[in-house]
């Protein structure tokens, strides 16, 4: 359906903050923060850091974008940066506000859209991060890369790792699997009505949201058009959450069932260098 922005996103936010309390319960998310060795984003780091000076985010400034309750965030921080989180849902951001004292780590915590971050945020960037499930809120990538752009400095590198384009546009119901949605993005979002949350048992009381679809040309093109070079593309068979219940668990997340594994990919990740 045709919405604008400012009303989608607003019903997307009211979405996210009844998410925020259920998932800092569903992440144990308190175990996490009073853990000082815990880390959700080795995994990313030991790519990322394939493109940095010194291997290393430690001593840089890293702005993780549309970063929801900031388990991630605080990730980064825990290893070594110097870390901004941003998001539009106050509810997550009181939620990582407090995650943060317990862990005992200095984050600067700011409420804005991925879209207007640019003009919510003062200085540049070393780093900026963008963890999984995040691209889909997002209505224009257009401006989306523009941001990004702007926020870097000469030399500056942005990360991104999210599910898979294909993916998405399959029905995730259960076998076959068949195309149901959207590949290619045509202005128009995809509403949904549903009250559970993609971790935990609980519900929302703000049930409808909307999504865009975004091919992976699109999201490419968009960064390069906005004056990005491509240093990375990797595809890969394995999400940090259960996107269909034939997906079975593993020790590096959950994967397709073997007879799907080489068929279909779940996720892709990118790093892109500002000149």
């Not at 290393?56 to 110097?82: E, K, P, W, Y």
Request: hydrophobic share 45%; net charge negative.
């Amino acid at each position: 359906m045709r919405i604008a922005w400012s009303a989608a996103r607003e019903a997307n936010r009211l979405n996210w903050d009844d998410r925020a309390p259920l998932h800092e319960e569903a992440y144990d998310a308190h175990r996490f923060a009073a853990d000082p060795d815990a880390s959700h984003v080795d995994h990313d780091l030991a790519v990322l850091g394939q493109h940095l000076p010194g291997g290393t985010i430690a001593g840089l400034d890293v702005l993780h974008l549309q970063c929801h309750i900031g388990t991630d965030t605080i990730s980064l921080a825990r290893r070594g940066a110097r870390v901004t989180g941003i998001d539009f849902s106050p509810a997550s951001l009181e939620v990582a506000a407090r995650l943060a004292r317990e862990a005992s780590v200095e984050v600067t915590w700011v409420e804005s859209d991925a879209l207007a971050a640019r003009s919510a945020l003062r200085g540049d960037f070393d780093v900026v991060f963008t963890s999984v499930g995040a691209l889909v809120w997002l209505s224009d990538l257009e401006l989306w890369a523009e941001q990004i752009a702007a926020l870097l400095r000469p030399g500056g590198v942005f990360y991104v790792r999210d599910g898979h384009p294909m993916l998405y546009a399959l029905d995730e119901s259960g076998e076959p699997l068949t195309v149901r949605n959207r590949y290619f993005a045509n202005g128009a979002a995809q509403m949904w009505d549903d009250a559970g949350t993609y971790v935990g048992d609980g519900t929302t009381e703000h049930t409808r949201t909307y999504e865009w679809p975004h091919s992976l040309s699109e999201i490419i093109g968009s960064l390069l058009r906005a004056g990005l070079r491509l240093e990375r593309f990797d595809e890969g068979q394995t999400l940090p959450w259960r996107w269909s219940p034939i997906m079975v668990p593993t020790d590096e997340g959950w994967v397709l069932p073997d007879h799907l594994r080489d068929k279909v990919p779940c996720e892709f990740t990118l790093v892109a260098v500002k000149p």
